[in-house]
């Protein structure tokens, strides 16, 4: 058999365990409802160390046999510390979560944060592989954003790279979780889609607005093409400062149609990028799709960060 990597996608409250191989391909997975225990940090890491000793009862392993244990946390994550900094969503401040897992597994322990490790998954067993500049974005409540530069997962002094949904786009735009006003994800995230979807009728979720549009709704339509503009400048200020070749798109872009934002954003690119990157930039739906964080998350070790 080959090596076992375990990883884990930490949502709140659903948290989803693979075994991984070292090539990244899932033996198999689970995706686990810890809602019971939000709210007290220790008692979620508690349920996610029993969780992940169940998962490899479940696939026949001892965990003698496990190589590693990866997390991928939302969040602001210090990898080297193995502490989690801030997760507004989780409860979560400055919490030493790696020291707690160590004392759990007998094995090495990594965590991340999960647009990180989804980037260094799409890296290496996704179409990252070839490309050593490249930048992975997950479109969800939030916006958040992998970077790989030279091959190597970029965090910053502060762990704060790669806040793409938090890039300033109007200053004196709507309020933003994270204090701040008028950032991208105020915009693109997919609450604020769903809030902008309430002008044309109470509770659609943003796939029904997506339908709408497609059907040519014309406030559907103005909503998804602000998407693109808002979405479509993050971009172009993205690839401008850091010359990526390739950006890799997860979350809920899989529920959308392409002709409504990957297109129109591959579009937009082209037309305002920097001109000498504007046709070389890729811009495409992540091959490992929404596995991505988990896998990422498996395949972490001890050369993983910058
Ligand atoms: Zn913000």
């Known amino acids: 058999m080959d090596n076992v990597y375990i990883g884990v996608d930490v949502g709140s409250p659903n948290i989803t365990i693979g075994a991984i191989t070292d090539k990244g391909k899932i033996i198999k997975k689970k995706t686990v409802n810890l809602s019971r225990t939000i709210g007290d940090g220790v008692s979620f890491i508690d349920a996610i160390i029993e969780s992940i000793y169940l998962f490899i009862n479940d696939i026949n392993l001892s965990i003698h046999e496990i190589e590693s244990v990866g997390l991928g946390f939302p969040g602001t994550v210090d990898s080297k510390k193995g502490i989690i900094v801030f997760a507004p969503n989780m409860f979560f401040t400055n919490f030493e979560v790696k020291q707690i897992l160590e004392q759990a597994f007998d094995c090495p322990i990594y965590i991340g944060q999960d647009s990180r490790v989804a980037a260094w998954g799409e890296y290496n067993a996704g179409r990252g592989e070839n490309h050593n500049n490249f930048a992975l974005i997950k479109l969800d409540v939030g916006i958040g954003c992998g970077i790989v530069i030279n091959g190597l997962l970029y965090h910053g002094p502060f762990n704060t790279a790669g806040e793409f949904g938090h890039q300033l786009i109007d200053v004196d735009g709507p309020q933003c979780n994270c204090g701040r006003r008028g950032c ?60 990526l070749e390739l950006i890799a798109i997860i979350g809920w872009i899989n529920d959308v149609p392409d002709e409504l934002l990957l297109n129109p954003l591959r579009e937009f690119v082209r037309t305002h990028a920097y001109p000498a990157i504007a046709h070389k930039v890729e811009i495409i739906r992540s091959v490992l799709g929404n596995d991505a964080p988990l896998i990422g998350a498996a395949l972490q070790d001890e050369t993983t960060d910058y």
């Not at 902008?196 to 607005?209: P, R, S, T």
């Not at 709408?212 to 602000?226: C, E, M, P, S």
Request: with cysteine; glycine share 10%; aromatic share 4%.
């Open 184 to 243: 991208l994800e105020t915009y693109c995230g997919k609450k604020a889609i769903e809030k902008a979807g309430e002008e044309i009728k109470e509770g659609l979720k943003l796939k029904d607005i997506y339908i709408l549009a497609q059907q040519g709704d014309d406030k559907a339509l103005r909503i998804t093409n602000q998407v693109v503009e808002k979405l479509g400048i993050g971009i172009v200020n993205l690839v401008n400062l850091l010359s």
